[in-house]
């Protein structure tokens, strides 16, 4: 496997260069001063296909606190493109992306909101607000369906709409009055942002909504996951 770790001459000399980066306490992109970074490159060593992964740390020019982003390589000279191409630079310092800890959790959930926190670093907050909807949509029909599938046979792929999906959730107990009303929060601004009024989301409203689509995720898979991992140790220690 050709495995390349290059750090960057920056670290040492720290140049005036500059990387575009969202600052989460200015909620705006800014030109952040580098003063680092470091690039992981090498290629599969089954399939022989390339990868990249660039780190950078640098100041924001405005309130002068740390930021540390990070940058996947899309395209790779003399392998599929004339020229290297990197997607654009994601903050994970301060305030990393959220992570979860369930397997349970479908992919169109995770990527869902991890598209939310993308747009909402781009400061697209109306985009951020349908992906947070599609989130809890894919919530909803991974639930429902499962607790509606007949024993023995295949779980059914219902598309449930969200509307329906987060009353069913609270009529089964699945979450209780407060993440039910966040939910209908959630339902209410991604109904707004997918239509093409006269409308703007403000990055604070944004957040909170993103806030509730954590805490609606962590309580439907993580804790679940949690409680019953407990209930289980519980129980082997009184049969022991
Ligand atoms: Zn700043």
């Known amino acids: 496997m050709v495995d390349v770790l290059i750090v960057s001459p920056e670290i040492k000399t720290m140049t005036d260069s500059a990387f575009i980066i969202d600052c989460c306490w200015c909620k705006a992109k800014v030109a952040a001063k580098q003063l680092g970074s470091a690039t992981h490159q090498g290629s599969d060593p089954d399939c022989g296909e390339p990868f990249g992964h660039r780190l950078f740390i640098g100041k924001c020019p405005t309130c002068g606190c740390l930021l540390a982003g990070e940058s996947d390589q899309i395209r790779f000279q003399d392998f599929d493109a004339d020229e290297d191409r990197w997607t654009d630079i994601v903050r994970v310092f ?30 697209a907050n109306t985009a951020a607000c349908v992906m947070l ?59 707004i942002a997918a239509h093409p009024d006269d409308i703007s989301i403000t990055r604070e409203d944004a957040e909170d909504l993103q806030t509730f689509g954590y805490a609606i995720t962590e309580y439907i898979y993580d804790l679940a996951d949690r409680y019953e991992e407990f209930k289980a140790r519980i129980a082997r220690r009184k049969k022991d």
């Open 94 to 123: 301060p305030k990393p992306p959220k992570r979860f800890n369930s397997y349970r959790i479908p992919r169109q959930v995770t990527e869902s909101l991890a598209e939310a926190e993308r747009s909402l670093q781009a400061n």
């Open 133 to 191: 909807g599609r989130a809890l949509e894919a919530m909803c029909r991974d639930v429902l369906n499962a607790h509606d599938a007949i024993p023995g046979e295949p779980v059914p792929t219902k598309k449930i709409m969200l509307g329906e999906g987060i009353k069913r959730l609270r009529e089964l107990k699945v979450i209780d009055q407060r993440l039910y009303d966040w939910s209908q929060e959630l339902q209410a601004f991604r109904n």
